[in-house]
Nanobody
């Protein structure tokens, strides 16, 4: 499974971005998909996850209410729509695939290369 993120960039505080992650696999709908991020100089952290059907989602406290994770199983793609962005949202954003539902990095088997998101103050 190869995961390729896109959609990162530079945005001002309060702005919005939508990240996409395309999965090159014929079994995309069997995976739970997650988004993680790594702020500068910090460890990678959980952002959001969505189960295989799209029927349930989970968010970190820091993004709950501002970010929305969604997926299109027909297009093998997961999205992260980010609103009301803050400078502390700056980091490299990674998508990942797992066969179980988890907010833990270790549960994810496949990872993308990441896309940079920078929020200016």
């Amino acid at each position: 499974v190869q995961l390729v993120e896109s959609g990162g960039g530079l945005v001002q505080t309060g702005g919005s971005l939508r990240l996409s992650c395309f999965a090159s696999t014929q079994t995309f709908s069997s995976f739970d998909m997650g988004w993680f991020r790594q702020p500068p100089g910090q460890k990678r952290e959980f952002v959001a996850t969505i189960i295989w059907s799209g029927g349930r989602t989970y968010y970190s406290d820091s993004v709950n209410g501002r970010f929305t994770i969604s997926r299109d199983n027909r297009k093998d793609t997961v999205f992260l729509h980010m609103d009301s962005l803050k400078p502390e949202d700056t980091g490299v954003y990674f998508c990942a695939a797992a066969t179980i539902t988890s907010t833990e990095e270790a549960a994810y088997d496949y990872w993308g290369q990441g896309t940079q998101v920078t929020v200016s103050s």
